[in-house]
């Protein structure tokens, strides 16, 4: 645990850092431990490539994630009923972990903002940002649920206005229709109102809360108590020095796993709506080939931001979504209906509020398809891609108090996701309701977006906007997941030589190509199931230790 100097005062670091970790600037407890960042690394240049890496962490994760590509691509006939089974034993089963565990998350950084703790400075108390506003929000929104929100804009509020219009089906005694709550048979209003409260819980302050206790806890135990930026780092407070050892192995290796599954199930969406796009608007074939060549060529175009660093690699693309992702919904905005979607977004934030206690209920929910085949998998994709936010989040974020950090970090992209989906959604079901346009609600999930868009003017170049948006979202998630993998398997290290991250990149795209062959969506989902359920678990342990190590640093006045 922490250790106070003689005097009483929290230890005041001299001004130096170690493996690119700056030390704090002012007042921070320093935790008192002999571990040196990187002592078990192993450091070597094989043909002139140097590499920097945690022995264990990395050889674990990296052999097996390369023997589950292998066995995946080789096997794809048999793996697609398992990734099945395995999908409905955790959606039926399990599904109350997801729900208790993300209101446990969201709850805690609400109550820690209105907390004395909220005072404390990520970086010391004497410590400025790194980043101006503008840059921290565009690589917040762009690294957090770019690609979901392209590929669910339309699609989610359009498939819950449907189930809902469609209202409650009893088959043997069990309700078999995938309606939100008690649904809103043939009343459209209701409908409206139901399936916009159900995606905004799907995309506000649920997922977000996940990702600000993540990226809360690893900036603290980094920034103010100079430990590894890596998630054994969270656990000191309950494992202490042992956190060294095999159990902190077993956190980060499990870190990457989550990281990287859950990063593939978005990049597998992302590749999916891109080549759907790329079939809609310029006829190009729609196909395993055509998703495998996108993958490889926007692997690629990573691999070029990687080489630039985060000031002119990630933040520089993430500023270039932003502007886009601007452009796109203010023109939605502005040709669609518009005084429907100004007032929607209050209305929609109300319908919230009214349907959070229940949407957010854990047990005895009638509406189980809705609870486990929506919620249960957005929660669990979420929280596998708490890591990779997480950290990202935390390496842009010093500077920021914690108050600061929480509000930002939970109001300024949830409010974003409420205007997008708000927009989109009611503007495709308005071409439903008020326009009688079926074929925006009978087209494919990932065509949705683009058969939407073509009942508005300038088709043919929004919806290429949309493909670029996709494209680059994909470009900044990979550069984005490569930096935050590459720091766990690196021992906490953030400096880290280049191609470590260049082979984690090539690595997520083989792993969403081997998904994708070996089971479509369906596996995608599975994969963020799957290492979402123990990092759940995992979380909510360290729920403890982030709330530990904030009582012992200095606050602000």
Known sequence: MAKQPNDGKPKVPEDTGSEGIPAPEGAANLIDTDYVIGQDNITASPLGINVDLHGKVFLFSSLVILFFVIATLALQDQMEPIFNAMFSFLTTKLSWVFLLGANVFVLLAIVLIFTPLAKVRIGGANATPDFSYLGWFAMLFAAGMGIGLMFYGVAEPLTHFGTAMGGISVEDGVRTDWAPLGAAAGDQAAAIDLSMSATIFHWGLHPWGAYAIVGLSLAIFSYNKGLPLTMRSIFYPILGERVWGWPGHLIDILAVFATLFGLTTSLGLGATQAAGGLNYLFGIPDTNTTLILLIMGITVVALGSIMLGVDK???????????????????????????????????????????????????????????????????????????????????????????????????????????????????????????????????????????????????????????????????????????????????????????????WALIEGALAIALLLGGGLGALQTAALTTGLPFTLVLLVGCYGIVKGLMSEPRSK
């Open 313 to 503: 690699g990630v933040q520089r693309l993430s500023q270039l979504n932003m502007a886009l992702a601007f452009l796109l919904l203010t023109f939605v905005i502005a040709v669609g209906p518009t005084l429907m979607i100004a007032t929607g977004v209050l209305d929609s934030l109300v319908g919230y509020a009214k349907n959070l206690p229940a949407l957010s209920m854990p047990f005895g929910r009638e509406d189980a398809n809705f609870s486990q085949g929506w919620t249960a998998f957005y929660w669990a994709w979420w929280i596998a891609w708490s890591p990779f936010v997480g950290m990202f989040i935390a390496r842009v974020s010093r500077g920021r108090t914690v108050r600061e950090f929480l509000i930002s970090v939970l109001l300024v992209p949830s409010m974003a996701s409420v205007v997008w989906m708000t927009a989109f959604g009611t503007t495709a079901i308005d071409q439903v309701v008020n326009q009688g346009i079926t074929k925006v609600q009978d087209a494919a999930l990932e065509l949705q977006l683009f058969t939407m868009l073509e009942y508005l003017p300038l088709t043919t170049i929004t919806s290429f906007v949309g493909i670029v948006l996709v494209i680059v979202f994909f470009v900044t998630s990979s550069d984005s997941g490569s930096l935050v993998i590459d720091s766990i398997t690196a021992g906490g290290k953030v400096d880290a030589p280049k191609p470590q991250r260049i082979f």
